[in-house]
């Protein structure tokens, strides 16, 4: 059995049972109240028992998990307070990633593995060209063609669009003026950088489920400074990675401890502005993942960002102080309040605004999955570094990885776009040639779509019968199911 967590202390020390881990949690307070703190605490004691970590680092100071900490009077007090002696200061292994490829490994993912629901999300779509884009991938994907970059889906618009008169009777209308509006989309999102993170070699997770030399989980680092200017973004590409953990591991019940743990900061923004059924397949993957040994938890300002519905699913809670200047607030305070098995020795709507720095309200599930009494407790230190580290040890850190140019050099496979060129060229060059002795009867390419489709689909399997050999299936995200799309590593 794996040893229980120190979490915080009050008079007695408070634990998070590693068996109860993949229950999920909660890290919510205003900013300034040391949510990073408990997240970092939270991070480092997984890691110690071999459980890889993800969280992503929204203002740059969580890097110094990579070096032992010591320089900091405020942890020693800490320690002192918890009656460490010789507290063991410590460095973790860790990969640093980057969407952009400018401050860890590049993060990629392909359309196809993105989906049509993630990808409606991103783009900002309305129900009408959400519609048509789901269209579009389930010709691709019925076709056995795999959509790996924002050509292969441009390609795969223009070609649905000119063959729109024949797809409709098996696929229904398609909208000129949606595929215009998509094609726009694409446009921003490639100036936003959607280029550099589209594409190949996509990221496998299981690159991320690593244990180093000293049988520490590795704690992935996602670079998240620049990538949160695009928030939508943000969230969306946490959530496809949740996803593919939920469509690719496999059950295995409730574990001594989880097989990977997942924060997910500014969670807020998950839930901003998403569309009801959006948020009820987001509910159904948080609900579900913990069979798949995986723990979520959400870190955010306020437990009002969270739904009821996901909110009812985080069993283990650390509450940091909270403002109460607003009727909003006034409203948050209470909501947080009720939120707590009671404790007749603490007024917790009370204790949530009066809290300092690193003291929390903390309430953990025992060994039979019951929420504890809430406590008001002071954290744990931590045994890493805080802060930011300088670029040069971060490149350190990065060429010395377990994937180090892994990912680095982006790859351009024969997919959608190359194979719809082909055989456009194809076509145009069958239709010449019909047409050189019967001048008078030239056709136009519309005239031969309907043949093409068929043609199209059986020379489309042919080639791509090395890498997906069948229909693409999705799961409840609209991710690939059960497999990695195809990618070759």
Known sequence: MADPILIAKDNEEIYLLPKMANRHGLIAGATGTGKSVSLRVMAESFAKLGIPVFMADVKGDLAGICQAGGDNPK??????????????????PVMFWDVFGEQGHPLRTTISEMGPVLLTRILNLNDTQGGVLSLVFKVADDNGLLLLDLKDLRAMLQFVAENAKSLTTEYGNVSAASVGAIQRRLLELEQQGGDKFLGEPALNMEDMMQTGDNGY???????ADKLMQAPKLYATFLLWMLSELYENLPEVGDLEKPKMVFFFDEAHLLFDDAPDALLQKIEQVVRLIRSKGVGVYFVSQNPLDIPDVVLGQLGNRVQHALRAFTPRDQKAVKAAATTFRQNPDVDVEAAITELGVGEALVSMLDEK???????RAFIAPPHSKLGAIQTAERQAVIQNSLVANVYENFVDRESAYEMLKAKAEQTAQQLQEQAAPQKAEASPLMDAAGDMIGAFAKSAARSLGTTVGRQILRGVLGSIFGGSGGRRR
């Open 75 to 92: 942890v020693a007090e800490r320690a002192a307070q918890f009656g460490f002696d010789n507290f063991d200061y410590t460095a973790f």
């Open 217 to 223: 989980g590795y704690i992935n680092i996602l670079a």
């Open 369 to 375: 999955g019951t929420p504890g009494i809430v406590r």
